[in-house]
């Protein structure tokens, strides 16, 4: 499964940007899909996910009301829209599928067996 994201860019705080995760060859509704980021100098972290199936989403703390996932079957893609974005929100963002693992996500990267080459996030304050 190749998985493509898009969307990032430099932003100032408080601003908005919308990120997505392409499956062009796949069915990516089949799979949990989970968007990662990992900040310079610290380990990547799970800040979103969405099942597979139901679309339950999930989400980190930090990101509870600023970040909402979803997904879009026909254009077999995964979208992260993030609000109200602060200078900790750079990071390169990465999603991933788990192509042979669960249906119900997890916002650990263990059970991710596909993932995208990132999208580079900048907020300026």
């Known amino acids: 499964v190749q998985l493509v994201e898009s969307g990032g860019g430099s932003v100032q705080a408080g601003g908005s940007l919308r990120l997505s995760c392409a499956a062009p060859r796949s069915t990516l509704g089949y799979y949990a899909v989970g968007w990662f980021r990992q900040a310079p100098g610290k380990d990547r972290e799970g800040i979103a996910c969405i099942n597979a199936g139901d679309d339950t989403p999930y989400y980190r703390d930090s990101t509870k009301g600023r970040f909402t996932i979803s997904r879009d079957q026909a254009k077999k893609t995964v979208y992260l829209q993030m609000t109200s974005l602060k200078s900790e929100d750079t990071a390169d963002y990465y999603c991933?599928?788990?192509?042979?693992?669960?249906?119900?996500?997890?916002?650990?990267?263990?059970?991710?067996?596909?993932w995208g080459r990132g999208t580079r996030v900048s907020v300026s304050s």
């Open positions: 991933a599928a788990a192509v042979g693992g669960s249906r119900s996500c997890r916002l650990s990267a263990g059970g991710y067996d596909a």
